[in-house]
């Protein structure tokens, strides 16, 4: 009895291992039938998408360039310019592949409402992106500089090089490149040195107490009238401001073309030297004085 139970169990599970291995079996001209269907459907509009997607953007940087030059040769505002050929050139760009997902047989519903979902969390974990841009937006609308300027904001001062929609780009003195995000250029103090034409140089000049201060302020003021790079009107002024611990302070101001705001002032600098000296007017500077006293007690 005991050997004919084995032999009936070995049978039933020969039999078990034969309908799954039936069942598992894979129907090879099925799966090349569906290979085939797919290749010859959705797989040619992948692949027609994919070069509609290499010319449409290729075509969409070529004719943005030729847009922005076609401005450019027309004078047309380069910081307005700049900033909207870009932003049309990445809206063409979303709208482009947007349709072509649509296109591919993809549901752009659910896509948009995934993005949508999206949206709302992306929005709250970059906060301040978005300040950059809103402040983009005002810096394009506003216009408190253009492209060319030399602004000072946050400490750091450049020329403006380029103004995108999250940051804009400045240039220092030193040919040194900074990053400024737009939404801390758009909430704080900016001074714009390239607004005006003619711009007014301040120098501090100090002359010792024991000085004839008329001669100190004629000496100055003939120094500026000599600089051929200084307006005579408004005319160079030349007065006492204070009085320092140690010297007497005159303050000139003159007015020279912005162009020439640096030139004009390492001029004065070297010459204001050159003429108190030349006039025996001294400019006091910090020094101390130390006195010896010999003790002759017990000599």
Known sequence: MLGSDKILFAEEVEEAAQNVKENVSIDWQKVIDTIVDWCTTTGIRV??????????????????KRIYKRLTKRKADATLSKVLVQTARVALKVLVVLALIGYVGIE?????ALVASL??????????????????????????????DFITSNGQSGTVEDIKLFYTTIVTT???VIYIPNGTLAN??????????????????????????????????????????????PAPFAE????????????????????????????????????????????????????????????
Request: charged content about 20%.
């Open 188 to 233: 704080n103090v900016i001074v714009n040195a390239s607004v005006k034409d003619d711009r007014r140089l301040d120098i501090k000049m100090s002359v010792h107490y024991n000085s004839d201060l008329d001669l100190a302020k004629k000496v100055l003021l003939d120094v500026c009238r000599e600089c051929d790079l200084v307006y005579n009107s």
């Open 174 to 176: 030193d040919n040194k």
């Open 119 to 148: 949206g709302v969390g992306i929005s709250l974990a970059v906060q301040g992106t978005l300040s950059n841009f809103a402040g983009g937006v005002i810096i394009v609308v506003m216009r408190p500089f253009k492209l060319g």
């Open 240 to 299: 006492i401001g204070e009085y320092g611990d140690s010297a007497v302070e005159i303050f000139v101001r003159v007015w020279v073309s912005r162009p020439d705001y640096w030139t004009v002032n390492w001029y004065l600098l070297k010459e204001f030297k050159k003429a108190l000296d030349e006039n025996n007017i001294e400019i006091p500077y910090n020094q101390l004085d130390v006195t010896i006293l010999n003790d002759k007690q017990g000599a």
């Open 47 to 64: 692949l027609i998408s994919l070069i509609i997607i290499v010319v449409a953007f290729k075509l969409i940087n070529f004719l943005s």
């Open 108 to 112: 752009t519903a659910s896509i948009t």
